[in-house]
């Protein structure tokens, strides 16, 4: 289902890739799904691991635009130099904005740690994935948005996916690789 399909009203959780899908201007679709959200139609959730994982893409989103590295081993690099995460600040700006845009942001707690262990040995899912997932059954909720195809084998979730990604799928993975991308600064 896409994103647009999410019924008004939902409780839906939103993972990663929609936040930077929309904070590099990659989709329109997660951009009006997060103005849904902002408005109050739904009732978004992500949770601080999430949130982790957003500055951290962003962050290397941000340092590849601005020239300060190249892709490839970007963490080598990153760490070789630490003077280019000192300059970087517009990743940060972004990750502070998802509380503004009305999504509730779930902390990290011991019971959603020990359930995601259930969770990856059901579904197969890496540590941050079935920490998601965790987080958003204990916290009641069934709908999740994302471009991870990795959440489609849990029975329990409803997917909603954007569907302009489809025809830009070759960009979507650039963005999340690094290779390219512009991280938005004024909240539009």
Same mark, same amino acid.
């Given at each position: 289902?896409?994103?647009?399909? &999410?019924?008004?009203?939902?409780?839906? *959780?939103?993972?990663?890739?929609? *936040? #930077?899908?929309?904070?590099?201007?990659?989709?329109?679709?997660?951009?009006? *799904?997060?103005?849904?959200?902002?408005? @109050?139609?739904?009732?978004?959730?992500?949770?601080?691991?999430?949130? $982790?994982?957003?500055?951290?893409?962003?962050?290397? +989103?941000?340092?590849?635009?601005?020239?300060?590295?190249?892709?490839?081993?970007?963490?080598? !690099?990153?760490?070789?130099?630490?003077? #280019?995460?000192?300059?970087?600040? @517009?990743? =940060?700006?972004?990750?502070?904005?998802?509380?503004?845009? @009305?999504?509730?942001?779930?902390?990290?707690?011991?019971?959603?740690?020990?359930?995601?262990?259930? #969770?990856? !040995?059901?579904?197969?899912?890496?540590?941050?994935?079935? /920490? $998601?997932?965790?987080? $958003?059954?204990?916290?009641? +909720?069934?709908?999740?948005?994302?471009?991870?195809?990795? *959440?489609?084998?849990?029975?329990?979730?409803?997917?909603?996916?954007?569907?302009?990604? !489809?025809?830009?799928?070759? /960009?979507? =993975?650039? &963005?999340?690789?690094?290779?390219? @991308?512009?991280?938005?600064?004024?909240?539009?």
């Amino acid at each position: 289902m896409t994103l647009d399909q &999410v019924p008004a009203g939902s409780r839906v *959780f939103v993972d990663s890739t929609i *936040f #930077i899908y929309h904070f590099t201007r990659a989709s329109e679709d997660c951009r009006r *799904f997060l103005e849904r959200c902002e408005k @109050g139609d739904l009732k978004a959730a992500t949770s601080a691991v999430v949130l $982790a994982e957003v500055a951290h893409r962003l962050m290397t +989103i941000e340092a590849v635009a601005r020239g300060l590295i190249s892709s490839g081993n970007l963490a080598r !690099k990153r760490r070789a130099n630490p003077d #280019i995460v000192k300059s970087l600040e @517009g990743y =940060q700006l972004q990750v502070e904005r998802v509380p503004l845009m @009305g999504v509730e942001v779930l902390p990290l707690d011991l019971r959603a740690l020990l359930h995601s262990y259930d #969770i990856r !040995k059901r579904h197969g899912l890496l540590v941050n994935d079935s /920490l $998601a997932v965790a987080t $958003a059954m204990l916290a009641g +909720i069934r709908a999740m948005a994302t471009t991870d195809a990795d *959440f489609s084998g849990v029975a329990d979730l409803d997917i909603f996916a954007p569907a302009d990604l !489809k025809r830009g799928w070759a /960009l979507g =993975q650039r &963005v999340l690789a690094g290779d390219c @991308g512009h991280i938005e600064s004024d909240g539009e």
